[in-house]
C-alpha cells in the first residue's frame, strides 16, 4: 500500500473513532472483538516495506518503541477518561468526556512532538509507523474499556420479573 493511501486509511479510522466517542454508544460485552481493528492495523503496518529507516536502524527503533508506548498510554488515558455507565436496560454504556478530548490531543500533540525529533535528527518514520502506533492507541483503549465493561457487570444473574 503506497505512503499516502496509509495516511488516508489512518486519517479515516482516527476520524471514524474520535466521531463515535464524542456520542453515547452501547458497549459490546461480549469481548470477542475489541482487538480485531487494532490487529489488522497492525498486520497492515508490519507487512509493508519502510517500517523503519534503514539509514538510521538504532534510532528508527528507538523512535517507533517510544511511539507505541505513547500511543499504548494514550490509548489507556482515553478509555480511563470515558464515562461508563449501565442504562435502565442493564446494558453498558459509554461517552467522551472533556478529558477524553484533552487525552487524544495531548497523547497526538507528544506523538507529533516524537516524530519532530526523529526528523531533527535525520530519521525517516513512514506511515506504517504512525498506523502502527495507532493500532497501539486503539488497542490499548479498546482493551481498557473491555476491562472496564467485566468490572462493571454484576457476576450474578438478575432474576426476571414476572
Do not use: C
Not at 6 to 12: D, E, P, S, Y
Not at 85 to 110: F, Y
Amino acid at each position: 500500500m503506497s505512503g499516502s493511501l496509509n495516511v488516508l486509511v489512518i486519517v479515516a479510522i482516527i476520524a471514524l473513532v474520535v466521531v463515535r466517542q464524542l456520542k453515547p454508544q452501547r458497549l459490546e460485552t461480549d469481548g470477542r472483538r475489541w482487538w480485531l481493528l487494532p490487529g489488522i492495523l497492525a498486520v497492515m503496518a508490519v507487512r509493508e516495506p519502510g517500517l523503519l529507516d534503514s539509514a538510521h536502524p538504532v534510532g528508527s527503533v528507538v523512535l517507533l518503541v517510544l511511539g507505541v508506548v505513547l500511543g499504548l498510554l494514550t490509548g489507556a488515558a482515553w478509555a480511563w477518561t470515558m464515562r461508563v455507565w449501565t442504562g435502565e436496560d442493564g446494558a453498558l454504556w459509554a461517552a467522551g468526556r472533556p478529558a477524553t478530548a484533552v487525552a487524544w490531543v495531548l497523547g497526538a500533540a507528544l506523538r507529533f512532538g516524537l516524530y519532530g525529533v526523529g526528523l531533527l535528527a535525520g530519521i525517516h518514520l513512514g506511515s506504517q509507523a504512525t498506523m502502527l502506533t495507532v493500532a497501539a492507541t486503539l488497542l490499548a483503549r479498546t482493551g481498557t474499556m473491555a476491562w472496564r465493561a467485566q468490572t462493571q457487570r454484576p457476576s450474578y444473574r438478575v432474576a426476571a420479573s414476572g
